[in-house]
């Protein structure tokens, strides 16, 4: 049974436990991904990260991001289960799960999910997956209402889940849970001001030159309707940084009035990778899976590999003109 108390069940039979989540994992990939292994920890279990990635840089003042050194690909011998979270594919897992004969579960929130774990357990109600590690926390008897440094450091990973999956509250997909958690979290003194500032007043001057030479590069598309930022490698090589996270240079594509969808494509080492963002009713993840991606209603992303940035373009302007007639 897909239950949260089976997969506390699961976890408490288990003794060796990995944790991962989705490559180029974001503020709730990482942020579940943390509290549960420190909870875990805290409950004395031997869990660790598995992870592909090194977590950014505006996200390592969460405890245990360390952990994620991009050397440990695949679990470790004698590991139980294999926990991943915000992970809509098994592609996508940032790690090495290919001789892997242990348990898998998946815990994520994405609507186009694939079921590839063992125990599968999707609430696409949820505004972030720390929502559901929230719970899942509760399920394994953690009281969240104690004050505590363990605990504090695991409040803080999950409201920094939620501060980046929601755009900081401002997102549909907020609900009176999502308000409800940041509240208990807010109780046990997790720091909203502190989490705010390192997550977003931290970016380096180069980042911000590459913000303003991407918006400046902006276009408007059909009737005003679909904004277009391109970023070429050559931008970030020019300023002697890597592209790295860009949904808060996408988020001024979306915030024109009268833009309904803002696409942002950006070169890299195997392709473009886009991503897609809608402000009203448009499905956005329709056109990232008509290309073979995924993600949510109003946020998605697909990558193009082996194509250029014009290629990629074209393709993603022919697949929003048939869904916009
Ligand atoms: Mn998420």
Redesign the pocket.
Known sequence: MNTLENIASLIYKASKIGITYHVSP?G??VGSALALLNALKLIKKDAYLISKDIISENLQFLKGSNEATGNLISPIDCTDIVIVL?CGNYDRISADLSGYKGTIINID?HISNDKYGHLNYVDINAA??AEIVYELLECLGLDLNEKSTEKLEIGTCLYTSLVT?TGGFRHSNVTSRTHKIASKLKDIGVNNTFIYQSLFDNNTFEKIRLTGRAINDMELLFDRKVSLIKIPKSYAEDLGIEIGDTSDIISFGLQIKGVEIAVLIKETDIGVKASLRSKNDFDVRKIAGALGGGGHVKAAGVALKGLTLNEAKDKILDEIEKELL
């Open positions: 974001d709730d990939a915000d929130h972030a997956t999956d």
